[in-house]
């Protein structure tokens, strides 16, 4: 099987503009999260969906958003960036109903950069 | 904030010698999890053993896991270049929540 893909795998904006990223995980699997990584605050999640509905959010401003769509694909939407959103944003996907904590397959993460 | 807390933070060691790193977290948990990640890349799962479980292997990897004192070992024996990596443990609280990474313990392997 393929595995999880992210798009694009670099970015990089300017402050205020808007961004969106994509995810594509593993065939058959139905849970999807976002993690934010940055090298002062490490792995932090974003938010879980499972068939199409947000099951967990972590603790990010609205600005952060995101959706899953029937074919489990997601996609998350950052608004009005700020400098501090620059860093290496994962997808991981997970086969089992209570995804969020099982084994998480990891994408190749999109690493966004804000000027 | 992070549940899971990685020590050492780095690690420095030649091919050959044993890896060892520590993880403790500070809820109950269901199981722990630890991943690797090679640097600026994804995570990939290593092992992930339960909270009735107090050991489990996988090929070079050893995990301990002792739920009295909340905390979990990661031994890497032989280790090779290739080891070189970030490692990371992550808890599961149970019930539809998520996981919850520590900042990792960077590991150097040395030829």
């Known amino acids: 099987k393929a595995g999880v893909t992210q798009t694009p795998r670099y970015l990089i904006k300017t402050r205020g503009q808007q961004v969106t990223l994509s995810c594509s995980p593993i065939s058959g699997h139905r849970s999807v999260s976002w993690y934010q990584q940055t090298p002062g605050q490490g792995l932090q999640f974003l938010f879980e969906y499972f068939s199409e509905t947000q099951r967990n959010k972590g603790n990010f401003p609205g600005r952060f958003s995101g959706r899953q769509f029937s074919n489990s694909r997601s996609e998350m939407n950052v608004s009005t960036l700020e400098l501090g959103d620059s860093a290496l944003y994962l997808c991981?996907?997970?086969?089992?109903?209570?995804?969020?904590?099982?084994?998480?397959?990891f994408g190749p993460g999109t690493r966004l950069t804000v000027l | 904030s992070q549940q899971g807390e990685e020590d050492p933070q780095a690690l420095s060691i030649q091919e050959g010698e044993n890896a060892t790193m520590n993880c403790s977290y500070k809820?109950?948990?269901?199981?722990l999890q630890w991943y690797r990640q090679n640097s600026g890349r994804g995570l990939v799962h290593l092992i992930l053993i339960r909270s009735n479980e107090r050991e489990k292997h996988s090929g070079r990897l050893r995990v301990t896991l002792d739920t009295s004192k909340k905390s979990s070992s990661l031994l890497i024996t032989a280790s090779r270049a290739a080891d070189t990596a970030s490692y990371f443990c992550a808890t599961d609280p149970g019930g539809y929540s998520t996981l919850t990474f520590g900042k990792g313990t960077m590991l150097l392997v040395s030829p």
């Open positions: 809820t109950s948990i269901n199981n």
């Open positions: 991981a996907s997970s086969p089992e109903e209570t995804g969020g904590t099982d084994t998480q397959y």
